[in-house]
DNA sequence: CGACACATGTAACACGTTACATGATTTG
DNA sequence: CAAATCATGTAACGTGTTACATGTGTCG
């Protein structure tokens, strides 16, 4: 759903042709999420079934280039007021996984916390690195992908407090509550 | 791949069939990622097909229950010791839709940050309101609910202080720098 | 009885990824 | 010239979603 849009903002700026859009999509965004360009043909494909582009014929190099219907347009539009809904929030992998390592026998959640933690730490440094090579320049891409390593690194952040936020809760468990399965979880985080 | 290897833990526990594998995530996660009971068997049948899974009679109801073949059994180890990869972070549908709202000319980025706020206050607000439902009983599984809403709780808080961020940044980029788009864009936060 | 939870599946579709094929153009 | 980048596509596959079909058991 997010290159969907994406395309259709970015011809929302002007008429692009396929590749383009790739570079487009990567600049902005940094590198962050590589796109396959393969994805980018087979989207344009789908959003031409759906009436969002069309054809707008070739530029002077003879790339076909695509624009956007008035539906397209529409579309955009409601994309950018609409807000991202986290009623239903993406499945969080890190979460399903420490709920399930919680609850199922015999799995060592202490370790696999400290292992998350420096998976993430190693993650966190890796953008402040890159946040350094971003600034300088600046264009309004590198403005964007400023923000979007931002976004990486609180969220990084926000990974590693709950990550020890969950040692300190399943530590507590241990000593407190005695019942079943929670003490033998928590057990190995006060190892 | 998360709900591929949440059904091969729960498997890890015991045998179980399948309504009863989509009983047990939903408990384990509070409901937060409902899971399409259709899902799960199809699930079963391409585990079984990759030789993770194997039927293991029917239980005393005749249930048809599953069980972990050795290789099941390998891959919920090497899932539970291996840390999710923030190498190449999941696609962030807020970050894109904000990194291409800066950089795309006429769209609104100041309105378009506060009502995402408003609408992740409310997402919020329901996470703590639910936070209050969850403690109580001193299960297994109300131990794991509650530190799943911790990390959509964690997570909202991030992204509030990303937006609020944002905005800063925004802000400074109006002021400070004056090249094309960027100041374009950031005009529309200062009003 | 009627509604609802339990229970097992299947079909069609949407989205994304990887890999492959093919050719033009640029550059060391 | 060789390698890399530009450029456009296609095929196969994995995962996830929705909707449908079908039947049993239970409870008000």
Known sequence: ???KHALLSLLEQEPMYGYQLR?????????????NVGQVYTTLTRLERDGLVEAAGEDEDGHE???????????VATWFTTPVAR????RDELAIKLALAVTVPGVDVGTLIQRQR?????????????????????????LAWGLVL??????????IRWLDHCEARLRRAATQEVP????????????
């Open 150 to 159: 931002d976004s990486l690194v609180f969220a990084a952040e926000a990974e």
């Open 180 to 191: 079943a399965t929670a003490a033998a979880a928590a057990e190995q985080v006060t190892r």
């Open 118 to 142: 420096s998976a993430s730490m190693t993650a966190l440094q890796d953008y402040t690195r890159l946040k350094r090579q971003a600034g300088a320049s600046g264009e309004a891409s590198d």
């Open 23 to 35: 570079q487009e999509f990567e600049s902005r965004t940094g590198g962050t999420w590589p796109l």
């Open 87 to 90: 009623t239903q929030p993406p």
């Open 65 to 75: 280039r695509w624009r956007l219907t008035e539906s397209g347009h529409e579309e």
């Open 1 to 3: 759903m997010s290159v």
